[in-house]
């Protein structure tokens, strides 16, 4: 019997239209369910929207329409968004579905018949836009600690579960199960919440004041509060949305994907009801962090909402899907800048990826009559190793990084071999090698090798950029469904035979100007303009622009200029200055000598993932001190407001190798 697993997003609130941190959440969770359907798991993949409480009823009046209106206007625009982003879902739940109501009266009934729910008078300070109570002693000059709005004390008589009741028993689980709430910082998090004494939570409001909700089974006067609810959605979505026969067995979660905003209502409220309810828990919670656009906080007001639809128009799907996983480490929080995005697209996608593709199915055509040839081994290379060596470890890297939710990092492992091949064909030079008949096997050897690495490619994209990985199969002539291909079975390198012609077909990403704008739903019409310019980030803790000058740069000579010594260096260790979320500390080897840097670059990249990489340094700069730490060159990185990448070079070259 296949593995069972069971992948969750939030349900979304839909006071609103859906933006970029809706389609980042379920992308990512669209992304595990299919690397999970790759490794022949039975997998139910579940999404949805929260449609009562008290902001819905609010968004509804406003609009003057009934609440039910109201989100039957909204869903379809989730639904629209997700099909746009080839979401495979298998169940999309909605909370006023008739099932879910009877199933989340059946839960308040089970507990309030065991004792946990009880009755009682309360006044506290409550926050109608998170819908929650907060103590005296929680509440900072009239705002609510978690959104700042302002909050009104109310007072009236509510039913309360009896959380406080499972304190010791979630904090023991924790304990004993460190990856049940990821990252780690998430989980620091709620242990730290754990530490003050657990209140009872509140789970009814009387219809008096909020009538759109689910009635409670045992006072037809009051409705459930809006996150009980909302969080049962997770069990009850398995009684009458899976088709699969042994949908029960599918709980407990493998992974609520959820945003750092509601890791408290997931890991404290939603862990204590399940303990009441006497069910298991979700085996991994994973809060991501959130996304600003050009360094400020989304706002309609700002005019700085990102639209996904909009994106996808102009980049397609594929490419903005490839962006939010590839941008930022998942977990971290992480700023949407269109220059980024245009860097990322032209760099990786059209220049990398679709020329590759570009560049070997071209070369099929004209040098091997648009077939994939058979090699030659007695004309194989150290470098034909190293690249089957390369493309044959790529799924296990891949699984191994997803398991840590280290999404950047697989599709860094991907362009990796991306990059690799790339190179591969400038040092073969099969242009060459097809003028001379005496090297006709060696030739074959060559396009075979790169026929065998895009097979790998379309594979490996397949949970990431679906219709990329589509089209290359396409155009490879490959016949099997690449969706349904599983990794047991998939062909090993060199045992695939190719019986269909190949074809080069358009560019999967075709080069494009970075847009004016992109309407007012997409970013701040006062952005500045994307520089070209690179910068170093290094001992000064500033910028220093190395762009060609124009009428406003000030011009040097070469004399100064060769003052300036620039050396190929290897990063050997990383890690964070304490106190600052933008230095990191290196350790690189410049080949004679290691030595110590202080670069500005921790908003871009985690230590963990700078470890190995070679880049380029300022060699003859004066040691200086950032934030108490010596800083004995400088790091020379891209970008002007964000910082985009480091800077390296095409080729291989040893630490210490001098950049003329």
């Known amino acids: 019997m296949p593995n069972a697993f069971y992948v969750t997003t939030p349900i979304y609130y839909v006071n609103d239209v859906p933006h970029i941190g809706h389609a980042y959440t379920t992308i990512a969770a669209d992304v595990l369910a299919r690397l999970a359907r790759l490794r022949g798991d039975a997998v ?127 904090k023991e689980h924790i304990h004993t199960h460190p990856e049940f709430i990821q990252p780690d910082s998430r989980r620091n998090e709620v242990i730290g919440f754990l530490q003050k004494p657990l209140g009872d939570l509140s789970i009814s409001r009387p219809k008096s004041r909020l009538s759109w909700g689910i009635e409670l089974p045992f006072d037809r006067d009051c409705v459930a509060y809006v996150w009980f609810d909302a969080l049962v959605n997770y069990i009850s979505a398995l009684e009458y949305l899976s088709a699969h026969p042994d949908a029960p067995t599918f709980w407990p979660a493998s992974v609520h994907l959820v ?107 004209n040098f091997s009559q648009h077939t994939v040839p058979h090699p030659d081994p007695q004309t194989e290379t150290e470098f034909d190793h190293q690249l089957q060596q390369t493309t044959s470890t790529l799924f296990g890297t891949i699984e191994e990084h997803l398991h840590r939710f280290e999404f950047h990092r697989a599709l860094e492992a991907i362009m990796g071999l991306v990059q690799l091949a790339n190179q591969y064909i400038d040092k073969t030079a099969p242009w060459i090698l097809a003028k001379d008949p005496a090297r006709a096997a060696r030739l074959q050897t060559v396009l075979f090798h790169l026929a065998e690495t895009l097979r790998f490619l379309s594979y490996a994209l397949t949970p990431f950029m679906p219709h990329t990985a589509e089209a290359m199969n396409r155009r490879l002539g490959l016949t099997a469904d690449i969706s349904t291909s599983l990794l047991s079975n998939y062909p090993p390198w060199g045992t695939y035979t190719y019986n269909n012609p190949v074809s080069k077909g358009t560019a999967l990403f075709p080069k494009k100007d970075i847009p004016a704008t992109q309407g007012s739903q997409t970013t701040p019409t006062s952005s500045p303009p994307a520089s070209k310019n690179p910068q170093a980030l290094g001992s000064s803790g500033k910028s220093s622009p190395l762009a060609i000058p124009t009428d406003d740069t000030p011009q040097i000579g070469i004399d100064e200029f060769m003052k300036v010594q620039l050396k190929m260096a290897k990063i050997l ?78 080729e291989d070259l040893p630490p210490g190798t001098t950049v003329k």
């Not at 929680?138 to 304190?167: H, I, T």
């Open 44 to 170: 139910f993949f579940l999404t949805g929207l929260d449609e009562h409480g008290q902001k819905v009823q609010q968004a509804a009046a406003k609009a003057g329409i009934d609440p039910q209106t109201h989100c039957d206007q909204l869903m379809p625009k989730f639904k629209d968004l997700w099909e746009k982003l080839n979401i495979s879902q298998d169940g999309f739940i909605r909370t006023t579905d008739a099932q879910h109501q009877t199933i989340v009266q059946h839960c308040l009934q089970t507990l309030y018949d065991k004792g946990l729910i009880y009755q009682a008078e309360y006044t506290g300070w409550y926050c109608t836009f998170d819908e929650r109570f907060w103590t005296e002693k929680d509440v900072l000059e009239g705002l609510c600690p978690d959104c700042r709005r302002p909050v009104e004390q109310v007072s009236e008589r509510n039913y309360f579960f009896r959380m406080s009741q499972f304190q010791d028993q979630l």
């Open 259 to 365: 945003g750092k905003d509601i890791l408290t209502t997931h890991a404290v409220y939603w862990s204590t009801m399940l303990m009441g309810m006497e069910r298991p828990l979700p085996q991994c919670l994973f809060a991501h962090g959130w996304w600003t656009v050009e360094g400020e906080k989304m706002s309609k007001s700002r005019g700085n909402v990102v639209d996904p639809s909009a994106m996808i128009e102009e980049f397609g799907t594929d490419a903005f899907r490839y962006f939010l996983l590839r941008e930022v480490p998942f977990g971290q929080d992480g700023n949407f800048s269109l220059a980024a995005f245009h860097s990322r697209y032209q760099a990786e996608l059209a220049n990398d990826l679709g020329n590759l593709v570009s560049r070997t199915l071209a070369m099929l055509g």
């Open 573 to 650: 260790e990383a890690e964070r200055v304490p106190k600052s979320s933008k230095l990191l500390k290196l350790q690189v080897d410049m080949g004679t000598q290691q030595r110590q840097i202080v670069a500005g670059i921790g908003k871009k990249y985690a230590p963990e993932e700078l470890v190995g990489k070679t880049i380029v340094v300022v060699a003859n700069l004066k040691p200086a001190k950032l934030m108490g730490v010596e800083s004995q060159g400088m790091v020379l990185a891209a970008g002007e407001k964000d910082m985009l990448g480091l800077l390296g070079v095409a």
